[in-house]
């Protein structure tokens, strides 16, 4: 079956960076668009950035645009997300998630069948 798997959350001083993976099996990676996000404590989880199954399109959320980067590597079916310039607003589950082969992605949170646990990422000031 189809599993997303986040690693490298971690705690963080504001301005430091962290590198989260999500490793995918059970589908063909390739195949199907990505996306990342994130919940905070008592607030609705929220899309941060997707990209499209080759890697040459992407969107990202207002608030991490220009300090996030999404990337993917196909041949090793894992997905990434570059965070720099990281502040305690970044303090957040992040979550990657996949929608059915064929199906578009976006920022919203419906549309997307598979998610991994999450990884947690806490910024301190």
């Known amino acids: 079956q189809v599993q997303l798997v986040e690693s490298g959350g971690d705690s963080v001083q504001a301005g430091g960076s962290l590198r989260l993976s999500c490793a995918a099996s059970?589908?063909?990676?390739?195949?199907?668009?990505m996306g990342w996000f994130r919940q905070a404590p008592g607030k609705e989880r929220e899309g941060v950035a997707v990209i499209s199954t080759t890697g040459g399109n992407t969107i990202y959320a207002d608030s991490v645009k220009g300090r996030f980067t999404i990337s993917r590597d196909n041949a090793k079916k894992t997905l990434y997300l570059q965070m720099n310039s990281l502040s305690p607003e970044d303090t957040a589950m992040y979550y990657c998630?996949?929608?059915?082969?064929?199906?578009?992605?976006?920022?919203?949170?419906?549309?997307?069948?598979?998610w991994g646990q999450g990884t947690q990422v806490t910024v301190s000031s």
């Open positions: 998630a996949a929608p059915m082969t064929g199906r578009s992605c976006s920022l919203g949170v419906y549309g997307y069948n598979y």
């Open positions: 059970g589908y063909t990676f390739g195949s199907s668009c």
